[in-house]
């Protein structure tokens, strides 16, 4: 099943080699030589990479405003204060 699974998600990337599903380990320069892998990198350097991309969301929460309680947009603080509360109480 695991073979499978990366013989399809891999398709031509992978290399003909008798000694790629043999149970070793393979890693850097040598899972890229195989196919098992297109480059090196971290954890960080694909967030980077992701975040350039554009493909980030915010998910800042926006602080109420004073001046919010007088532009009439009240109901929207109202809303965002109930949010926090209850994002706090699913914890």
């Not at 990337?13 to 393979?26: I, N, Q």
């Amino acid at each position: 099943v695991f073979i499978d699974a990366v013989r399809q998600g891999r398709g031509d990337r992978l290399k003909d080699d008798p000694s790629l599903f043999t149970g070793l380990v393979w890693v850097g320069q040598e899972a890229i030589d195989k196919g098992l892998a297109d480059r090196i990198g971290s954890v960080q350097s694909v967030a980077r990479e992701l975040a350039n991309n554009g493909n980030q969301v915010n998910y800042s929460i926006r602080q109420p405003r004073i001046i919010d309680w007088f532009t009439g947009s009240a109901a929207s603080v109202i809303q965002n204060l109930v949010s926090s509360d209850m994002r706090l109480s699913l914890k």
